[in-house]
């Protein structure tokens, strides 16, 4: 169930609680939590409702601009029902904490042999310890640079290290990815210790910001929240790259960790 990032912003923050969709049968339970980049959302409810009956309600509490919007957003596929699902923001996302959860020997064994596993049924043949090592040794590069480098298609390299990323070997930034500490540990085991750049202090900046934005900020070497609060909103929105929808997450990522722009 495909979110836009202003809509799981404002779910997070308890703007928005519904979701409409066209489908020709329910895709998600009552329980379900969909991992997404701002962490878990949790399905409350699932109804299929006639579109003649939606209200205004209904177009506030999904985000619309008004009723009407709701229903022209809704009339493509009109063969097919609408289903009205209830969300919620269930917390972060587990992984989130296994990455930063080091191996101890015996579960690096056990980390390895699902490796082995994965490597032993790719059509490809074995990738796990080439894409660990290709992302240790570029982090923050883009997916499809990296993929271009080992040959590979970008969507096919996007999926696998995905894989890795359920693991907690490996995390998704702004742009590009690094290994996680958990990541490091197995690979070093595999070949030895690797002197790498020291890990910034602090925290990531939001992914939802988009890459225009996050190359913004990087070329003004702001690459954590806590860099952020060093400046003021209007000093960041003249950087080219970094529009009003960027700052508006900014805003929300720093209001959840207590912080706020310079002079704020």
Known sequence: MMQRPAELEAI?????????????????????QLRTGVGLLEVTSV???????????????????????????????????????GLRYAGRDPREQLRETVPTDQEIGEILARLDRLDAASPIGPWTRTTLRIIDANPEVRAPDLAAELGRPTAEFKRDVRKL??????????????????????????????????????????????APATRALRA???????????????????????GPVALDRLTAALAERGLGFAGA
């Open 165 to 210: 990323k359920e693991r907690g070997l490996t995390e998704s930034l702004a742009i590009g990815y690094r290994l996680s500490p958990r990541g490091e540990k197995v690979l070093d085991h595999e070949d030895g210790p690797r002197r790498r750049a020291p890990r910034r202090e602090g925290t990531p900046l939001p992914r939802t910001i988009g």
């Open 220 to 242: 003004v070497d702001v690459h954590t929240l806590e860099a952020v609060t060093g400046w003021r909103r209007a000093d960041l929105a003249a950087l080219h790259g970094v």
């Open 47 to 85: 109804d299929q409702v006639p579109v003649g009956r939606l209200r205004a309600e209904d177009a506030r509490r999904c985000g619309a601009p008004s009723l009407a919007q709701l229903r022209a957003a809704l009339a493509a596929r009109s063969d097919r029902p609408v289903f009205r699902v």
């Open 12 to 32: 997070r923050s308890g703007e928005v609680d519904l979701a409409f969709r066209r489908w020709d049968r329910p895709r998600v339970k009552v329980g379900t």
